[in-house]
C-alpha cells in the first residue's frame, strides 16, 4: 500500500488540476481500482468477490462496513445495501469492519469542499465536486466523517452485493447446465425451480469467485427494496447489550504493559525543566519517555498497571512555558475583533452589499454581534489506542475515524512506512470527530521503548478535557436592511474563526500549507437556501493559537446560531412571523419550503401557548439535508425548561428510517447541551475545565419530548448523522426570546438564564 505522504502532494495537484479542467491529468489515479485487502487474508475455504463481500464454505457471508461504527448504526446501513441486492437478511450475514485499506476511501466526504452551496446543480458545480471526490479517491482516505458515509456506499457497496449475486448464479449455471435467467435466489440458496436443483452460497463461492464480474450492474429500483427505505435491526444488538463488543479500552493482549500521557498544558511549548524524579519513584512505573510530535510535547509514562501511570503522570514536575497566542478570553475575544477588522474572505457576494446600505434608513437597519466559545468533544469512551512494536512492524488497536492516516502518521512518528504498519479500527464510544491520530502517535512512540510488549495507552479525563482539537470560538458582525414591508433587502454577514483547515493540516501534514479560503468558517452562513437581494458573507481566519478539529456539523454549528438567530432578529425588528418570513425568502427551494410548512404543522406553530411558554423556529441546511427545528420552552420555578422538539428533515433518499430518527433526536441533544451550558475558557494559555463538573451535557432529566419527521423531496441524498444540531441552539435562543423578550447572543445561554 503506497504511503498517505507520498501521494499527498500529488493528490493535492490532482486535485488543483481537477478543479481548474485538467482531469485529465490525473485520469489514471483517479479511474484505477485499488486492490481487494481481503484476498490478503482469506480463512480456508473463503472466496472473497470484492472488498466488500467473502462467502465461507460453511455459507458464512461476509460483509465488510468498513466506517467507524460509534453508535449511529453505520454498520446496519452498510450491511443492508449488500444485502438488499444480494438478496438476503440481515440475519444472514456477519458485518466485519475489515483491514484498513486504500479500497475503503470515501470519496463523498470530500465532495461539499468547494464553495458551492448544495442546491447549486451547475455544471461548474458538478464538475468540482467530482474533482474533490476524486482528490478523496486518489488519498485513499477511509475515513467516517461529514455525515457522508451512507451516501458514500449508497452506489458502491448496492453494486458489490449484485455483482457477487450475479456471479453466484453465473456459478450456479455452470453447474445446473442452465441459463442463468432461470435461477433465483432463496436467502443463501441459488434454486432451478424447474429441475429442484439448488445449491448454497457456501457450495458455490469458490467456483463463484474464479467468474468474471460484471461490468455493469443493474440494480433494483427504489420500488422493489426490501431492507432499504426500512427500519432496520442494528447488527450490532446483541453484542452491545451483552458487552461482546471490543472498544479501544477492551483491548487485552498478552504481556501487555499500561500507560497514559502528560501533555503539555501550554499548546506546543516544550517544558523548559523537568523533574520525574517521582514519578519514577512510584512502584509499578517501566518507563517515562519524551513525546515530541505535532500533536504536541508532553511525557508517556508505561507502567505495570494503569493506576500506577495515572499517579506517576500527576507526579510529574514541569516547567511548561508561556503562551505565545492569546492567553485568555478577554485576548481570544481580542483577536477575534481584529480579524472581524479585515476584509476577509467572500464565500457568498451576490449584488451590492455597500451601495444597499448606503441610503438605508437608521430604523430600517437591525444590527447584532454574536459569539461562541471553543468547546471540546467529551466522548464517553476514554481517548485510548494500543500499540505493540516487535520486528520492524507496528500494531495498533484504536478507535479511529481515518485508519489509513492513523497508519501513515503512527508509522511516520517512529521511521516507518505504512506497509509495515497495521492498523485494527475498534469499535468507539463516541468521536464526533476527535477521534484524530494523537493517541496512536503516542501510543506507537510508547510501544517503541519497550519493544515486543504491547501498551494500551488511556488518557485521563483530563488530560483529554485540557488537550482536545477544539471546535473553534467564533464571532460574527452582522447587518441587515430592510423594505418597507418588514422584508430583509440586504444582508451583510461578517464571521471570524480559527481555520479547522489549517489546524488539521499543522498536524497531521505540517509541510503543507492550505491555500485560500476555508468554508468551514462561514459554512451554515454562506450556503443556506435565502433568496436576498443583496447578500454578502465573508470569513476572516483568526489564529488563536489552540488546535481546533471537526466537532459534530463543523462550521455549521456556529453558523447555524448565528445565521437563524439574526433571522430571527430580523422578523422581529420587521414585525414578520419568522417562520413566514422564511417561507418567503425560501421560496426559490420548495424542499426548504416543505420542511418549514412540515416542522410548523407539527408544532402547530401560530397557536396561541399557556402563559409561560413560547416556541422558537431555526433552519439549517447542512451535509445535504434540509432540517427545521422548533423549540418550546416554559419558564418554571426552577429555570426554563426545554419542553418539546419538533424535527422535520428532509434528507433526499431515507435509507433506514430509524437510524435517521435516532441522529437527528442525537444531534439535537448534542447541540442543546453545548448552547445551554459548555464551554471552554482559559486562563494563562491553558484549558480551565477538566471534567465533566465544569463541562456538563443535558442531563436525562432535562431531555425534551421529540416529535420527527423525515421527508423525502429533494433529488439529492443528503447526509443524516450532524444534521440536528445546528439549529438546536438557535431554535432555543429563539424561544428563549419569545419567552423573555432577552435577546440571547452569546453561547452558553446558562451565561444569562438558568435551566431546569
Same mark, same amino acid.
Request: charged fraction near 20%; hydrophobic fraction near 45%; include cysteine.
Given at each position: 500500500?503506497?504511503?498517505?505522504?507520498?501521494?499527498?502532494?500529488?493528490?493535492?495537484?490532482?486535485?488543483?488540476?481537477?478543479?481548474?479542467?485538467?482531469?485529465?491529468?490525473?485520469?489514471?489515479?483517479?479511474?484505477?481500482?485499488?486492490?481487494?485487502?481481503?484476498?490478503?487474508?482469506?480463512?480456508?475455504?473463503?472466496?472473497?468477490?470484492?472488498?466488500?463481500?467473502?462467502?465461507?464454505?460453511?455459507?458464512?457471508?461476509?460483509?465488510?462496513?468498513?466506517?467507524?461504527?460509534?453508535?449511529?448504526?453505520?454498520?446496519?446501513?452498510?450491511?443492508?445495501?449488500?444485502?438488499?441486492?444480494?438478496?438476503?437478511?440481515? /440475519?444472514?450475514?456477519?458485518?466485519?469492519?475489515?483491514?484498513?485499506?486504500?479500497?475503503?476511501?470515501?470519496?463523498?466526504?470530500? /465532495?461539499?469542499?468547494?464553495?458551492?452551496?448544495?442546491?447549486?446543480?451547475?455544471?461548474?458545480?458538478?464538475?468540482?465536486?467530482?474533482?474533490?471526490?476524486?482528490?478523496?479517491?486518489? &488519498?485513499?482516505?477511509?475515513?467516517? +466523517?461529514?455525515?457522508?458515509?451512507?451516501?458514500?456506499?449508497?452506489?458502491?457497496?448496492?453494486?458489490?452485493?449484485?455483482?457477487?449475486?450475479?456471479?453466484?448464479?453465473?456459478?450456479?449455471?455452470?453447474?445446473?447446465?442452465?441459463?442463468?435467467?432461470?435461477?433465483?435466489?432463496?436467502?443463501?440458496?441459488?434454486?432451478?425451480?424447474?429441475?429442484?436443483?439448488?445449491?448454497?452460497?457456501?457450495?458455490?463461492?469458490?467456483?463463484?469467485?474464479?467468474?468474471?464480474?460484471?461490468?455493469?450492474?443493474?440494480? *433494483?429500483?427504489?420500488?422493489?427494496?426490501?431492507?432499504?427505505?426500512?427500519?432496520?435491526?442494528?447488527?450490532?444488538?446483541?453484542? *452491545?447489550?451483552?458487552?461482546?463488543?471490543?472498544?479501544?479500552?477492551?483491548?487485552?493482549?498478552?504481556?501487555?504493559?499500561?500507560?497514559?500521557?502528560?501533555?503539555?498544558?501550554?499548546?506546543?511549548? *516544550?517544558?523548559?525543566?523537568?523533574? &520525574?524524579?517521582?514519578?519514577?519513584?512510584?512502584?509499578?512505573?517501566?518507563?517515562?519517555?519524551?513525546?515530541?510530535?505535532?500533536?504536541?510535547?508532553?511525557?508517556?509514562?508505561?507502567?505495570?498497571?494503569?493506576?500506577?501511570?495515572?499517579?506517576?503522570?500527576?507526579?510529574?514536575?514541569?516547567?511548561?512555558?508561556?503562551?505565545?497566542?492569546?492567553?485568555?478570553?478577554?485576548?481570544?475575544?481580542?483577536?477575534?475583533?481584529?480579524?472581524?477588522?479585515?476584509?476577509?474572505?467572500?464565500?457568498?457576494?451576490?449584488?451590492?452589499?455597500?451601495?444597499?446600505?448606503?441610503?438605508?434608513?437608521? /430604523?430600517?437597519?437591525?444590527?447584532?454581534?454574536?459569539?461562541?466559545?471553543? &468547546?471540546?468533544?467529551?466522548?464517553?469512551?476514554?481517548?485510548?489506542?494500543?500499540?505493540?512494536?516487535?520486528?520492524?512492524?507496528?500494531?495498533?488497536?484504536?478507535?479511529?475515524?481515518?485508519?489509513?492516516?492513523?497508519?501513515?502518521?503512527?508509522?511516520?512518528?517512529?521511521?516507518?512506512?505504512?506497509?509495515?504498519?497495521?492498523?485494527?479500527?475498534?469499535?468507539?464510544?463516541?468521536?464526533?470527530?476527535?477521534? /484524530?491520530?494523537?493517541?496512536?502517535?503516542?501510543?506507537?512512540?510508547?510501544?517503541?521503548?519497550?519493544?515486543?510488549?504491547?501498551?494500551?495507552?488511556?488518557?485521563?479525563?483530563?488530560?483529554?478535557?485540557?488537550?482536545?482539537?477544539?471546535?473553534?470560538?467564533?464571532?460574527?458582525?452582522?447587518?441587515?436592511?430592510?423594505?418597507?414591508?418588514?422584508?430583509?433587502?440586504?444582508?451583510?454577514?461578517?464571521?471570524?474563526?480559527?481555520?479547522?483547515?489549517?489546524?488539521?493540516?499543522?498536524?497531521?501534514?505540517?509541510?503543507?500549507?492550505?491555500?485560500?479560503?476555508?468554508?468551514?468558517?462561514?459554512?451554515?452562513?454562506?450556503?443556506?437556501?435565502?433568496?436576498?437581494?443583496?447578500?454578502?458573507?465573508?470569513?476572516?481566519?483568526?489564529?488563536? +493559537?489552540?488546535?481546533? +478539529?471537526?466537532?459534530?456539523?463543523?462550521?455549521?454549528?456556529?453558523? +447555524?446560531?448565528?445565521?437563524?438567530?439574526?433571522?430571527?432578529?430580523?422578523?422581529?425588528?420587521?414585525?414578520?412571523?419568522?417562520?413566514?418570513?422564511?417561507?418567503?425568502?425560501?421560496?426559490?427551494?420548495?424542499?426548504?419550503? *416543505?420542511?418549514?410548512?412540515?416542522?410548523?404543522?407539527?408544532?402547530?406553530?401560530?397557536?396561541?401557548?399557556?402563559?409561560?411558554?413560547?416556541?422558537?423556529?431555526?433552519?439549517?441546511?447542512?451535509?445535504?439535508?434540509?432540517?427545521?427545528?422548533?423549540?418550546?420552552?416554559?419558564?418554571?420555578?426552577?429555570?426554563?425548561?426545554?419542553?418539546?422538539?419538533?424535527?422535520?428533515?428532509?434528507?433526499?433518499?431515507?435509507?433506514?428510517?430509524?437510524?435517521?430518527?435516532?441522529?437527528?433526536?442525537?444531534?439535537?441533544?448534542?447541540?442543546?447541551?453545548?448552547?445551554?451550558?459548555?464551554?471552554?475558557?482559559?486562563?494563562?494559555?491553558?484549558?480551565?475545565?477538566?471534567?465533566?463538573?465544569?463541562?456538563?451535557?443535558?442531563?436525562?432529566?432535562?431531555?425534551?419530548?421529540?416529535?420527527?419527521?423525515?421527508?423525502?423531496?429533494?433529488?439529492?441524498?443528503?447526509?443524516?448523522?450532524?444534521?440536528?444540531?445546528?439549529?438546536?441552539?438557535?431554535?432555543?435562543?429563539?424561544?428563549?426570546?419569545?419567552?423573555?423578550?432577552?435577546?440571547?447572543?452569546?453561547?452558553?445561554?446558562?451565561?444569562?438564564?438558568?435551566?431546569?
Amino acid at each position: 500500500m503506497a504511503s498517505i505522504g507520498k501521494i499527498a502532494r500529488r493528490t493535492f495537484l490532482i486535485g488543483a488540476a481537477a478543479i481548474a479542467g485538467g482531469v485529465a491529468v490525473g485520469y489514471w489515479y483517479v479511474s484505477r481500482p485499488y486492490d481487494n485487502p481481503l484476498e490478503d487474508d482469506l480463512a480456508e475455504g473463503e472466496a472473497t468477490f470484492n472488498p466488500f463481500v467473502k462467502i465461507a464454505a460453511d455459507n458464512t457471508v461476509t460483509v465488510i462496513a468498513p466506517r467507524a461504527e460509534m453508535g449511529q448504526g453505520i454498520s446496519t446501513t452498510l450491511a443492508a445495501f449488500v444485502a438488499e441486492e444480494l438478496g438476503v437478511s440481515l /440475519e444472514e450475514l456477519t458485518v466485519e469492519h475489515g483491514p484498513t485499506s486504500f479500497a475503503y476511501y470515501n470519496g463523498t466526504m470530500m /465532495e461539499e469542499s468547494g464553495p458551492f452551496p448544495w442546491f447549486d446543480d451547475s455544471l461548474i458545480a458538478t464538475i468540482a465536486r467530482d474533482a474533490f471526490s476524486s482528490v478523496g479517491k486518489v &488519498l485513499g482516505l477511509q475515513a467516517t +466523517g461529514g455525515s457522508a458515509s451512507t451516501r458514500d456506499g449508497f452506489d458502491r457497496m448496492r453494486q458489490a452485493g449484485a455483482a457477487a449475486r450475479h456471479m453466484l448464479l453465473a456459478a450456479a449455471a455452470d453447474r445446473f447446465g442452465v441459463p442463468a435467467g432461470q435461477l433465483e435466489t432463496v436467502g443463501r440458496t441459488v434454486v432451478h425451480e424447474a429441475s429442484g436443483k439448488s445449491a448454497t452460497f457456501g457450495e458455490l463461492a469458490a467456483d463463484a469467485a474464479k467468474m468474471s464480474p460484471p461490468s455493469s450492474v443493474k440494480l *433494483k429500483d427504489k420500488a422493489d427494496w426490501t431492507l432499504l427505505g426500512k427500519p432496520q435491526k442494528r447488527v450490532d444488538m446483541r453484542a *452491545k447489550v451483552t458487552g461482546a463488543p471490543i472498544f479501544g479500552v477492551d483491548v487485552m493482549l498478552p504481556e501487555m504493559l499500561f500507560g497514559t500521557v502528560k501533555m503539555n498544558p501550554v499548546f506546543w511549548q *516544550k517544558p523548559t525543566s523537568v523533574d &520525574l524524579s517521582k514519578a519514577e519513584a512510584v512502584k509499578g512505573v517501566v518507563k517515562i519517555v519524551p513525546l515530541d510530535t505535532t500533536y504536541g510535547h508532553g511525557f508517556g509514562v508505561i507502567a505495570e498497571n494503569t493506576w500506577a501511570a495515572f499517579k506517576a503522570a500527576d507526579l510529574i514536575e514541569a516547567d511548561w512555558g508561556s503562551p505565545d497566542y492569546p492567553a485568555d478570553g478577554a485576548a481570544v475575544d481580542e483577536a477575534l475583533n481584529a480579524a472581524l477588522a479585515t476584509e476577509g474572505s467572500r464565500l457568498r457576494d451576490e449584488g451590492d452589499v455597500d451601495v444597499a446600505f448606503a441610503d438605508a434608513p437608521a /430604523e430600517r437597519v437591525v444590527e447584532a454581534e454574536y459569539a461562541v466559545p471553543f &468547546l471540546a468533544h467529551i466522548c464517553m469512551e476514554p481517548m485510548n489506542a494500543t500499540a505493540r512494536f516487535k520486528d520492524g512492524k507496528l500494531e495498533i488497536w484504536a478507535p479511529n475515524q481515518m485508519p489509513t492516516l492513523v497508519e501513515y502518521l503512527s508509522g511516520a512518528a517512529i521511521g516507518l512506512e505504512s506497509a509495515d504498519v497495521t492498523a485494527y479500527t475498534t469499535s468507539l464510544g463516541g468521536g464526533f470527530g476527535r477521534r /484524530e491520530a494523537d493517541t496512536t502517535i503516542y501510543a506507537a512512540i510508547m510501544a517503541k521503548e519497550v519493544e515486543g510488549r504491547p501498551v494500551k495507552v488511556i488518557w485521563s479525563r483530563e488530560e483529554d478535557v485540557r488537550h482536545d482539537t477544539y471546535r473553534p470560538a467564533a464571532k460574527g458582525r452582522f447587518r441587515a436592511r430592510m423594505n418597507e414591508d418588514g422584508m430583509p433587502v440586504a444582508l451583510d454577514m461578517r464571521i471570524a474563526a480559527p481555520s479547522v483547515v489549517a489546524s488539521v493540516m499543522h498536524r497531521t501534514f505540517p509541510s503543507l500549507s492550505p491555500a485560500g479560503p476555508d468554508g468551514t468558517i462561514t459554512q451554515g452562513s454562506h450556503d443556506q437556501p435565502y433568496t436576498i437581494a443583496d447578500y454578502r458573507v465573508s470569513g476572516a481566519k483568526a489564529d488563536l +493559537g489552540v488546535p481546533v +478539529g471537526f466537532w459534530r456539523s463543523v462550521g455549521n454549528s456556529f453558523n +447555524g446560531f448565528f445565521h437563524e438567530g439574526f433571522m430571527d432578529e430580523i422578523a422581529t425588528k420587521g414585525g414578520l412571523d419568522p417562520v413566514e418570513m422564511r417561507r418567503k425568502l425560501m421560496a426559490a427551494h420548495p424542499a426548504a419550503v *416543505k420542511v418549514v410548512d412540515k416542522v410548523a404543522e407539527m408544532a402547530k406553530w401560530g397557536e396561541a401557548l399557556p402563559a409561560g411558554r413560547a416556541k422558537g423556529f431555526a433552519f439549517t441546511l447542512s451535509f445535504g439535508s434540509w432540517v427545521g427545528e422548533i423549540v418550546q420552552v416554559a419558564e418554571t420555578d426552577a429555570g426554563i425548561r426545554v419542553e418539546k422538539v419538533w424535527i422535520a428533515a428532509d434528507v433526499g433518499t431515507a435509507i433506514d428510517p430509524g437510524i435517521i430518527e435516532a441522529q437527528l433526536t442525537s444531534g439535537a441533544v448534542f447541540g442543546l447541551s453545548a448552547a445551554m451550558g459548555q464551554e471552554i475558557t482559559f486562563a494563562n494559555g491553558m484549558v480551565e475545565q477538566s471534567n465533566f463538573h465544569d463541562f456538563d451535557a443535558m442531563r436525562i432529566h432535562q431531555c425534551p419530548e421529540f416529535e420527527v419527521a423525515i421527508l423525502e423531496n429533494y433529488h439529492r441524498m443528503g447526509g443524516a448523522g450532524e444534521i440536528g444540531t445546528p439549529p438546536a441552539a438557535p431554535a432555543l435562543a429563539n424561544a428563549i426570546f419569545a419567552l423573555t423578550g432577552k435577546r440571547l447572543r452569546a453561547l452558553p445561554l446558562s451565561r444569562e438564564v438558568s435551566f431546569a
